[in-house]
Nanobody, 126 residues
Framework: QVQLVESGGGLVQAGGSLRLSCAAS????????MGWFRQAPGKEREFVVA????????YYADSVKGRFTISRDNAKNTVFLQMNSLKPEDTAVYYC???????????????????WGQGTQVTVSS
């Protein structure tokens, strides 16, 4: 069992930056591909970015490519999401998730994730 706890959300003006963190419990963090998803009010959850177990592979949604950067520190059981040039449309609850599905290096489908955090609110004002 893995528990995920996000932090770092908040209110920021358009063009600003935030850095989200997701701390994982347990000693097998490096066995999980990790991802970030977000859900805006009245909208479905959407994929943002994923990173492979080693951190060597990543995949970004087109909407955040060039602005967001995912990274992980397996020694600290933490995955990060650096968000720059934030836009009002980035406003959402952001969730980190862990996947232990074999054979999927960077899962983009939420159904391929086994563990989810409680979410952290990101609000970008115009």
């Amino acid at each position: 069992q893995v528990q995920l706890v996000e932090s770092g959300g908040g209110l920021v003006q358009a063009g600003g930056s935030l850095r989200l963190s997701c701390a994982a419990s347990g000693r097998t963090f490096s066995n999980y591909a990790m991802g970030w998803f977000r859900q805006a009010p009245g909208k479905e959850r959407e994929f943002v970015v994923a990173i492979s177990r080693s951190g060597g592979s990543t995949y970004y949604a087109d909407s955040v490519k060039g602005r967001f950067t995912i990274s992980r520190d397996n020694a600290k059981n933490t995955v990060f999401l650096q968000m720059n040039s934030l836009k009002p449309e980035d406003t959402a609850v952001y969730y980190c998730a862990g996947s232990r599905r074999p054979g999927i290096v960077v899962p983009t489908d939420g159904h391929n994730y086994d563990y989810w955090g409680q979410g952290t609110q990101v609000t970008v004002s115009s």
